[in-house]
């Protein structure tokens, strides 16, 4: 079964920056939108970021303007480039995929850890 795995989490200080990457273990077609999420302590997972196969993105208010997110459609990968890290960006981040000619497919990856220290 296709998984999405993601890479590039850890520790940071606030005020400086991380890069997540995710990719697919194997061959997804008609990848329609990848997405982060992530999920706080005690809180619901929640939208970050995502992007269309034809570069549409959308951002969530609070990350706009220090969050980055780019894709490679040949390699189904997506990146997620963190600036200007907050302490409450603290959270599991997650990467999503829809698929199918009617988005009826979903992908989701195991999580990478983000904390930020202040």
């Known amino acids: 079964q296709v998984q999405l795995v993601e890479s590039g989490g850890g520790l940071v200080q606030a005020g400086g920056s991380l890069r997540l990457s995710c990719a697919a273990s194997?061959?997804?077609?008609?990848?329609?939108?990848m997405s982060w999420y992530r999920q706080a302590p005690g809180k619901q997972r929640e939208f970050v970021a995502g992007?269309?196969?034809?570069?549409?993105?959308n951002y969530v208010d609070v990350v706009k303007g220090r969050f980055t997110i780019s894709r490679d459609n040949a390699k189904d990968q997506v990146a997620l480039q963190m600036n200007s890290l907050k302490p409450e960006d603290t959270a599991v981040y997650y990467c999503?995929?829809?698929?199918?000619?009617?988005?009826?497919?979903?992908?989701w990856g195991q999580g990478t850890q983000v904390t930020v220290s202040s």
């Open positions: 999503a995929a829809v698929a199918g000619l009617t988005n009826e497919y979903e992908y």
């Open positions: 194997g061959r997804i077609f008609n990848i329609n939108v």
């Open positions: 992007i269309t196969r034809g570069g549409r993105i």
